[in-house]
């Protein structure tokens, strides 16, 4: 029996090492593949950009849950990028300018009691997916100006129409007055009575 000569031997610490990891690996397959997760996929706001939404509006893609079943929560962070600082840089030292914690949906949007962005600043922001207690993969990291917030106008804008030219009152014509019928009866009757006045005056005469 031919004995290899003692340099070419192996290590017997490595080979105890060796023989730990395969056993770790063929008898406890849950440690190896124990919650496994997709990283979440960022969407708005998208990387490198201005962001002029009075109310920004975070969305992002997750896996609901990881391998082992458990469900995934997300957590966000937004954090300042000061002078000279990248982005990771930024996210890994900086304190949080706005953080959300425990979202179930992969939308979020800031309102007025968590907005704490300043205009023309620059900000860098990540996703982390968890389980209850471990953290099981984060997202890229993404950054955005924060620009001038626009602001709707509500004032109503209504096209003033020409003046309409005053328009003449037409007169109804008024209906013709008929002279007043002529009573003849009574002006016959002053005629005979006239007469027969005249005839008495005369003497010697008796009127009719």
């Known amino acids: 029996m031919n004995v290899p000569p003692e340099d070419n031997r192996p290590d017997r610490s490595f080979v105890l090492t060796t023989l730990v990891v395969l056993s770790m ?19 708005t706001p998208y990387n490198e950009t201005n962001v002029s939404d009075r109310f920004v509006t975070w969305s992002w893609f997750m896996q609901p849950k990881v391998s082992t079943g458990e469900n995934i929560v997300c957590d966000l962070r937004v954090v300042e990028i000061l002078s000279d600082q ?6 890994r030292v900086n304190p949080p300018a706005l953080e959300r914690n425990d979202l179930r949906s992969s939308v979020w949007q800031a309102s007025l009691g968590t907005r704490n962005l300043i205009q023309g600043h620059r900000y860098a922001w990540q996703i982390t997916a968890r389980t209850a207690d471990k953290i099981v993969s984060a997202s890229e990291i993404w ?7 626009q602001v709707e106008d509500t004032t109503a804008t209504y096209k003033k129409e020409p003046d309409e030219p005053p328009q ?3 007169e109804e014509p ?3 007055q008929s002279p007043p019928p002529q009573r003849r009866g009574s002006i016959s009757a002053s005629i005979d009575t006239r007469m027969t006045v005249e005839s008495s005056n005369k003497p010697g005469e008796l009127s009719e």
């Open 168 to 170: 003449q009152k037409l």
């Open 25 to 43: 690996i063929l008898f406890a397959p849950h440690w190896t593949h124990a919650q496994e997760a997709l990283p979440p996929i960022l969407l």
């Open 174 to 176: 008024q209906p013709q």
């Open 86 to 91: 990248t982005p990771e840089e930024a996210i």
């Open 143 to 149: 950054s955005f100006i924060y620009a001038e917030p």
